[in-house]
């Protein structure tokens, strides 16, 4: 079974699985990988944008995984992807972080918040509109989001009022396209006003082209694979 023919026909399975996922979710790169999309934003920190959310060829709509970035008192980076994203594996810098915020010292939990871990959201997308750069526009990444955007997504896949029905963003027949709207506001990029649209079938729901859609869909299972991540050891001689 092809991964159009697969998705089209658990369709429907597919809020209940990010509905399971709400219930039990708790929760710089050194190289430029093109698979992967951001919004671009003008001089003034404006940017606006419109994708639609797709799963991973297994029907994962997205991973999470966590990473430090800071920059030591050698004026060295480290930057590394935490082991607690394998299953909350121990991790040099979350044990150091949690001696340095049990010491008492309010100096040391200052260093605490500024080495703490990073989430990170990835899903493939389909971008619709790019007006930054238009020829990203047709075509599938991956893209990478924080808490804000997942906020947004967990928002139309469990409703909190009555009048909402439940969505499932990432379903090319009965998902919906989200509007990314980016705002400077002290000095950091805001996403509050981004929305979802109201649901319709992707392309028009061509299946020619929803073919080719799936056939460009990117696996999920590196972020969580333990041949991607350094080991303990190696960490801590980082560290």
């Known amino acids: 079974m092809s991964v159009f023919e697969k998705l089209k026909q658990n369709r429907d399975a ?40 797709l799963p991973d060829p297994d029907e994962r709509q997205w991973i999470t995984y966590y990473e430090h970035g800071f920059q030591g008192p050698t004026g060295k980076w480290y930057i590394e992807k935490s082991r607690t994203s394998l299953n909350n594996q121990p991790d040099p810098v979350s044990e150091m972080n949690t001696r340095l915020w049990n010491s008492g010292r309010e100096e040391d939990k200052e260093t605490a918040r500024a080495r703490k871990r990073k989430v990170n959201n ?37 409703p909190k009022y009555q009048d909402e029905t439940p969505l499932n963003p990432f379903c090319m027949w009965n998902g919906a396209n989200f509007k990314i709207k980016i705002a400077q506001v002290a000095g950091y990029r805001n996403y509050d006003r981004s929305e979802f649209d109201a649901p319709a079938p992707l392309l028009g729901g061509d299946e020619e082209k929803l073919v080719g859609v799936c056939d ?10 333990p041949a991607h991540y350094k080991s303990y050891n190696e960490l801590k001689a980082r560290l």
């Open 14 to 53: 597919g809020l209940q699985k990010l509905l399971e996922a709400a219930a039990g979710d708790n929760s710089k790169d050194k190289y430029q990988d093109d698979r992967f999309w951001s919004p671009g934003v003008d001089k003034a920190g404006n940017g606006f944008a419109i994708i639609r959310f």
């Open 122 to 158: 990835v899903s493939n997308i389909y971008v619709i509109s790019d007006p930054a750069n238009p020829e990203n526009e047709g075509k599938v990444f991956l893209y990478r989001y924080g808490v804000k955007i997942k906020d947004k997504v967990m928002d139309v896949v469990n």
């Open 216 to 225: 460009s869909l990117h696996s999920l299972s590196e972020f969580t694979d």
